[in-house]
């Protein structure tokens, strides 16, 4: 399942940081690419591209299951058919044409060109899917109205330094993270006194280095 939570704020800005992150001075840099796979393979195109030695990221976490009598905790992926990948747009045109694994690119529906994940926010995800709790939550296609949510930083415990909306979900107080209109996930419980607000100016300053000139 993917969420579609939207940060209308990011999104008229969007378009422009896909399109100056790709070149750096002539040269490409690796970019976050969201790919779709088919059939649940999201971890046999993660194996295949770790034997390449190309960088990638399936959202995953730890699930109790009964087996012969007895629960144990798996380590399964928590949205199927998704990968992200970082690599050049060289190189993942050629992963695409010597894979035999089915992969497409996600594509921006604005620009009609494969989305490009901007780097803080897939530090943000990576920084709360990557500790596999099994009680993080990850929000369905309708999640609601986030809009009221405060803008925070997280600074202490497992999901130090992501930066979200803080929000109430199931009865908890949560920072939710989201990669503008793919997937959101949302912190285990987090205490008020383990968050800072975000401001204005903290906001701006990121989005004036994302979009400055490269």
Request: charged share 30%; net charge positive; with cysteine.
């Amino acid at each position: 399942m993917a969420g579609m939570v939207l940060d209308c704020k990011k999104k008229s800005n969007f378009a422009l940081v896909e399109v100056r992150t790709i070149i750096k001075k002539g040269r490409e840099k690796k970019v976050w690419y969201a790919i779709r796979v088919t059939y649940h393979r999201e971890l046999k195109v993660k194996e295949d591209l770790d034997a390449r030695g190309i960088t990638s990221f399936v959202p995953m976490q730890y699930r109790r299951e009964e087996r012969n009598g007895v629960m144990v905790k798996r380590l399964v992926p928590s949205v199927h058919n998704l990968i992200f990948i970082h690599t050049t747009p060289s190189e993942m045109v050629e992963y695409k044409k010597t894979t035999n694994l089915p992969i497409r690119y996600i594509m921006n529906r604005e620009t009609r060109k494969p989305i490009i994940v901007p780097s803080n926010e897939m530090e943000n995800f990576i920084k709360v899917a990557g500790t596999y709790d099994e009680k993080l939550i990850y929000i369905n296609p309708d999640p609601g109205d986030f809009t009221k949510g405060e803008r925070v930083r997280i600074i202490g415990g497992p999901f130090a330094g992501a930066e979200g909306l803080f929000v109430r979900i199931k009865g908890d107080r949560r920072v939710l993270v989201n990669i503008l209109g793919l997937v959101a996930v949302a912190t285990t419980y987090v205490h008020p006194s383990m968050i800072e607000k975000i401001t204005d100016a903290d906001s701006k300053h990121q989005l004036d280095n994302a979009l400055s000139p490269i």
